[in-house]
């Protein structure tokens, strides 16, 4: 893997909403250590997955979201998992979206995600940010390096 170019981070959601709100806080976040692609459609992020995989680039984790405006992101973690086994992945989810509760947690418990996110609302959302970072963190120690 190249170690001087940064670790990925890919979020896809064709969830306009969504994905605004989590490119902003990854960007404002985690942009100085980690390369953040965002992608609205998922062919398009599994085309760039595949890319990344030809270049040698290392993926540190793979978001996409599952709401009523969003059903396909738990398909598109399943093909992520193919293309980067190593790389943490995660399904976004909306507060009080209460019928994505049951697929999301069969994906999980079938390895298709290691998390469930909710949707950052504001602006420094410090819950989803923990999770995130855990996440980061856990990835690097697997890669054999600690998190900054």
Known sequence: MDSAQPPVVLV???????RG???R???GRYGS??????????DHGTA???GLRRW?????MVLSCFSGADRDGLTFLRRARTVHPSAKRAVVVTWGDFDAAAPVLRAIAEGHAEAQLLRPERRRD???HGAVTDLLDDWHL???SAFE
Request: aromatic share 8%.
């Open 25 to 27: 806080e990854l960007r």
């Open 12 to 18: 896809a959601t064709v969830d306009n909403e969504s």
């Open 126 to 128: 410090e819950e989803f």
């Open 48 to 50: 760039i997955l595949e």
């Open 142 to 144: 697997v890669q054999g």
């Open 21 to 23: 709100s989590l490119d």
């Open 33 to 42: 250590d980690y390369e953040i692609v965002t992608c609205d459609q998922y």
């Open 56 to 60: 040698g680039r290392e993926v540190a």
